[in-house]
Nanobody, 121 residues
Framework: VPLQAFGGGLVQAGGSLRLSCAASGRTFSSYVMGWFRHAPGKEREFVAAISRGGVSTQYAGSVKGRFTISRDNAKNTVYLQMSSLKPEDSAVYYC???????????????WGQGTLVTVSS
């Protein structure tokens, strides 16, 4: 399912930002959705994931309590609300779709284009 992430930008440390990922097609609700990020010089890492109906979520330890993943199946969109941002959160953020709620990247099927988040200190 084609995915497009947007909403990135420049924000000061301590600030908030909301990312969105829009999916095309009529099967959005049948996919688990997730967010990943890739910072320069680091490997791409898992950020958060949400089940098909939005009941179950999973977060990386580094963002738990600061980030919230949600979805609106009527709008074919998944969101990542980011608060208390830190410079180390700076990265290109990608959304992905899959069939399993997991942090394991090879198990995700489709990846969208990323959106850049820069957190200044």
């Amino acid at each position: 399912v084609p995915l497009q992430a947007f909403g990135g930008g420049l924000v000061q440390a301590g600030g908030s930002l909301r990312l969105s990922c829009a999916a095309s097609g009529r099967t959005f609700s049948s996919y688990v959705m997730g967010w990943f990020r890739h910072a320069p010089g680091k490997e791409r890492e898992f950020v958060a994931a949400i089940s098909r109906g939005g009941v179950s979520t999973q977060y990386a330890g580094s963002v738990k309590g600061r980030f919230t993943i949600s979805r609106d199946n009527a709008k074919n969109t998944v969101y990542l609300q980011m608060s208390s941002l830190k410079p180390e959160d700076s990265a290109v953020y990608y959304c992905a779709s899959g069939s399993i709620l997991t942090a394991t990247q090879p198990l995700w099927d489709y990846w969208g284009q990323g959106t850049l988040v820069t957190v200044s200190s």
